[in-house]
């Protein structure tokens, strides 16, 4: 059962029931829920904005709704975006972006694909608005040496 028809049927913030449906999940199939449920402020963005705080890019804010695809991240006065993706739901190149579950391709196959269309049109307008804008992926997370790197330039501009 999807944690949605749960919710539906037992009103919001019931975690005991929550968890209840989600034991009966397989593994494979629950995170690809917990991917489906979290959307804003994720362990992988707290991971991010942690790093970012480490390294001294400090005064971000968070999921600005006057910015295209309300960033993750943003230092407006700097111009700068980060966006933190799922690899799953947005389609990355990488062995989690291309797992193909066999059950609700229906489902979660349009809907990444319209991620994917949407993080585009998000990125260009941005990029045309003279936003520089980097894509830190949920695989990228667990490397804290790379992603110290990737982030290095948000710090030297
Ligand atoms: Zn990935």
Same mark, same amino acid.
Not at 58 to 76: E, N, S, T, V
Not at 96 to 119: A, M
């Given at each position: 059962?999807?944690?949605?028809? +749960? %919710?539906?049927?037992?009103?919001?913030?019931?975690?005991?029931?929550?968890?209840?449906?989600? /034991?009966?999940? !397989?593994?494979? *199939?629950?995170?690809?829920?917990?991917?489906?449920?979290?959307?804003?402020? !994720?362990?992988?963005?707290?991971?991010?904005?942690?790093?970012?705080?480490?390294? &001294?890019?400090?005064?971000?804010?968070?999921?600005?709704?006057?910015?295209?695809?309300?960033?993750?991240?943003?230092? +407006? &006065?700097?111009?700068?975006?980060?966006?933190?993706?799922?690899?799953?739901?947005?389609?990355?190149?990488?062995?989690?972006? %291309?797992?193909?579950?066999?059950? #609700?391709? /229906?489902?979660?196959?349009?809907?990444?694909?319209?991620?994917?269309?949407?993080?585009?049109? #998000?990125?260009?307008?941005?990029?045309?608005?003279?936003?520089?804008?980097?894509?830190?992926?949920?695989?990228?997370?667990?490397?804290?040496? *790379?992603? !110290?790197?990737?982030?290095?330039?948000?710090?030297? !501009?």
């Amino acid at each position: 059962m999807a944690y949605c028809e +749960i %919710s539906k049927a037992s009103g919001r913030g019931n975690r005991y029931q929550k968890q209840v449906a989600m /034991d009966k999940l !397989t593994p494979d *199939r629950r995170s690809a829920n917990m991917r489906q449920i979290r959307d804003k402020d !994720t362990a992988p963005e707290m991971m991010v904005r942690k790093l970012c705080r480490e390294i &001294g890019l400090l005064g971000y804010r968070i999921h600005r709704k006057d910015l295209p695809g309300k960033p993750d991240l943003a230092w +407006i &006065g700097r111009k700068q975006v980060i966006f933190v993706h799922g690899c799953f739901w947005h389609g990355h190149d990488c062995i989690e972006g %291309s797992r193909k579950p066999k059950s #609700n391709q /229906d489902y979660w196959l349009p809907k990444i694909e319209r991620n994917k269309q949407r993080d585009a049109e #998000n990125i260009a307008a941005l990029c045309a608005a003279g936003w520089d804008v980097l894509v830190v992926w949920e695989c990228e997370i667990s490397d804290k040496a *790379r992603l !110290t790197k990737k982030l290095q330039p948000l710090l030297s !501009t």
